[in-house]
């Protein structure tokens, strides 16, 4: 039986529609998701495997009863090919945007290079502040460096452009930067700057990627800077109920590109996969608000899609926009159920809060409550496609069970799973398929995501004070949701 055959006209209460919407179903779409990859590569934005997702969401919306539109954009495309590896003694692949990335010097130098390793006046383990190291500032920093090598570079206390074009000087053959190691001074940075006359390839890692590197004095290196850029077509795609005030929507939404090279179930088949199931489930309920969904195109590249979307809407279509409902990752096999901080009470939200945003996170908070569930709150950053809404200060929220973080113990007490890996060790990797998902948290989450969005479908007045005139069935006693 299809997903569509089950859609009733009643799934209008927070236990319908969570009864609605399965576990099951949820994983066909990922199925084709990853069918998809398979066939393509990855469904990553500007590529064959990204319009086959595209068309795989219309079909379902059309075949759902929707008429669903797509809307184009342009963007710059840019493919990565670049390498950081250790062929010996022991090989090593790094990850391209987790572990170490090219630079932005202009002019960017490309090339291939496999060579001895060599560190240069490297201070480890770091000192007590930043800038502490001077690793490659002085020509005498090379004294006794063998010409061909390739140089491994602290950041530190002068520019980075400097630093590579000492080394060139040097006679070095690439060169490997990385971050100093203090506090807030570990993870990967994007050098920039004027770097005329480099023609060497340079690459930029973490610390800690520069500290396993500088362990292994005779490695032998491989360092490829590869980029290619053009301009590409990506779309997103847009489903809207039939019924409700078009005047009060209701928008979720979820990324549906991969990075390159991954196939991206979990990120965010995960969340693409939900919201369609959840769309499907509610197309013939009878709204009050208008519900409008979104898959968005070149998340991974920057949230071009929703950046694009909300930059074509006048203000007065903003401001019909009730809320906002972000679905961004939400079945991470080492997941924690993480809900974004929408009243800012951990005190780490990095941007404003449109108000409106603490009672969608109270939604959320009550969802887990009533299934007995734990939950805690998720930095409200920005970093997905819920970003551009707050920007024109449009009330968000929405669900997150974590990437590249590193659960803790207290988080393994609560939520098991392990502690001292990652929530996904396969995000941004070849490895985020089908089997990279933890199938609780993707099923609960996905019948969050549907109460959520049937709650405030009725009624949105929480938020924004809009009482929409008929029956409201978005408000569930305690307990029903079990």
Request: hydrophobic share 40%; proline share 6%; net charge negative.
């Given at each position: 039986?299809?997903?569509?055959?089950?859609?009733?006209?009643?799934?209008?209460?927070?236990?319908?529609?969570?009864?609605?919407?399965?576990?099951?179903?949820?994983?066909?779409?990922?199925?084709?998701?990853?069918?998809?990859?398979?066939?393509?590569?990855?469904?990553?934005?500007?590529?064959?495997?990204?319009?086959?997702?595209?068309?795989?969401?219309?079909?379902?919306?059309?075949?759902?009863?929707?008429?669903?539109?797509?809307?184009?954009?342009?963007?710059?495309?840019?493919?990565?090919?670049?390498?950081?590896?250790?062929?010996?003694?022991?090989?090593?692949?790094?990850?391209?945007?987790?572990?170490?990335?090219?630079?932005?010097?202009?002019?960017?130098?490309?090339?291939?290079?496999?060579?001895?390793?060599?560190?240069?006046?490297?201070?480890?383990?770091?000192?007590?502040?930043?800038?502490?190291?001077?690793?490659?500032?002085?020509?005498?920093?090379?004294?006794?460096?063998?010409?061909?090598?390739?140089?491994?570079?602290?950041?530190?206390?002068?520019?980075?452009?400097?630093?590579?074009?000492?080394?060139?000087?040097?006679?070095?053959?690439?060169?490997?930067?990385?971050?100093?190691?203090?506090?807030?001074?570990?993870?990967?940075?994007?050098?920039?700057?004027?770097?005329?006359?480099?023609?060497?390839?340079?690459?930029?890692?973490?610390?800690?990627?520069?500290?396993?590197?500088?362990?292994?004095?005779?490695?032998?290196?491989?360092?490829?800077?590869?980029?290619?850029?053009?301009?590409?077509?990506?779309?997103?795609?847009?489903?809207?109920?039939?019924?409700?005030?078009?005047?009060?929507?209701?928008?979720?939404?979820?990324?549906?590109?991969?990075?390159?090279?991954?196939?991206?179930?979990?990120?965010?088949?995960?969340?693409?996969?939900?919201?369609?199931?959840?769309?499907?489930?509610?197309?013939?309920?009878?709204?009050?608000?208008?519900?409008?969904?979104?898959?968005?195109?070149?998340?991974?590249?920057?949230?071009?899609?929703?950046?694009?979307?909300?930059?074509?809407?006048?203000?007065?279509?903003?401001?019909?926009?009730?809320?906002?409902?972000?679905?961004?990752?939400?079945?991470?096999?080492?997941?924690?159920?993480?809900?974004?901080?929408?009243?800012?009470?951990?005190?780490?939200?990095?941007?404003?809060?449109?108000?409106?945003?603490?009672?969608?996170?109270?939604?959320?908070?009550?969802?887990?409550?009533?299934?007995?569930?734990?939950?805690?709150?998720?930095?409200?950053?920005?970093?997905?496609?819920?970003?551009?809404?707050?920007?024109?200060?449009?009330?968000?929220?929405?669900?997150?069970?974590?990437?590249?973080?590193?659960?803790?113990?207290?988080?393994?007490?609560?939520?098991?799973?392990t502690a001292g890996i990652a929530y996904d060790p396969c995000y941004h990797q070849p490895c985020d398929d089908r089997s990279n998902l933890n199938l609780f948290a993707l099923d609960t989450n996905s019948d969050a995501i549907a109460v959520a969005v049937i709650t405030f479908a009725f009624d949105t007045s929480t938020v924004n004070g809009v009482?929409?005139?008929?029956?409201?069935?978005?408000?569930?006693?305690?307990?029903?949701?079990?």
């Open positions: 039986m299809t997903s569509q055959a089950l859609a009733d006209p009643n799934n209008n209460s927070p236990a319908k529609i969570a009864k609605a919407v399965t576990l099951n179903n949820v994983l066909r779409h990922l199925d084709a998701f990853q069918a998809i990859a398979d066939t393509h590569g990855d469904r990553a934005a500007g590529r064959p495997g990204y319009q086959a997702s595209v068309n795989y969401v219309v079909n379902r919306l059309n075949a759902a009863g929707y008429t669903p539109t797509v809307q184009e954009f342009q963007f710059e495309y840019l493919e990565d090919n670049s390498v950081l590896d250790v062929l010996a003694p022991t090989p090593i692949s790094y990850r391209q945007d987790l572990d170490f990335t090219y630079t932005g010097f202009v002019p960017r130098a490309e090339g291939d290079v496999t060579g001895p390793l060599q560190a240069v006046d490297l201070v480890l383990p770091p000192g007590p502040a930043a800038n502490t190291s001077s690793s490659g500032c002085e020509a005498a920093d090379f004294a006794g460096f063998a010409a061909g090598s390739i140089a491994l570079i602290q950041r530190g206390s002068c520019n980075f452009t400097v630093k590579a074009l000492n080394a060139q000087a040097a006679g070095a053959s690439a060169v490997v930067l990385f971050n100093e190691g203090q506090p807030g001074r570990t993870g990967l940075v994007f050098p920039t700057g004027d770097a005329t006359g480099l023609t060497i390839p340079v690459v930029s890692a973490t610390f800690a990627v520069g500290e396993q590197l500088a362990s292994m004095p005779f490695a032998t290196v491989r360092v490829k800077v590869d980029v290619n850029t053009d301009t590409r077509t990506a779309w997103n795609v847009f489903a809207e109920s039939r019924h409700g005030d078009a005047n009060n929507v209701v928008m979720a939404g979820a990324h549906l590109d991969s990075v390159q090279n991954g196939p991206g179930i979990n990120d965010n088949g995960s969340g693409s996969g939900a919201l369609l199931e959840t769309a499907i489930q509610m197309s013939k309920v009878k709204t009050n608000a208008k519900v409008r969904f979104a898959w968005w195109g070149a998340e991974e590249l920057g949230l071009l899609g929703s950046e694009h979307y909300i930059a074509t809407l006048s203000q007065e279509e903003q401001d019909k926009i009730a809320l906002y409902l972000n679905f961004d990752m939400v079945g991470s096999p080492n997941h924690f159920f993480g809900i974004y901080d929408g009243d800012d009470s951990s005190g780490t939200a990095p941007v404003p809060i449109p108000p409106g945003s603490a009672e969608i996170e109270d939604v959320f908070e009550k969802f887990y409550a009533d299934r007995g569930l734990p939950s805690e709150d998720t930095e409200f950053s920005g970093r997905s496609d819920y970003g551009p809404f707050i920007a024109v200060d449009i009330p968000a929220g929405g669900l997150f069970t974590g990437a590249e973080g590193v659960k803790t113990p207290e988080q393994q007490a609560r939520y098991g799973g009482r929409a005139p008929g029956k409201s069935h978005g408000r569930a006693p305690r307990g029903v949701l079990s």
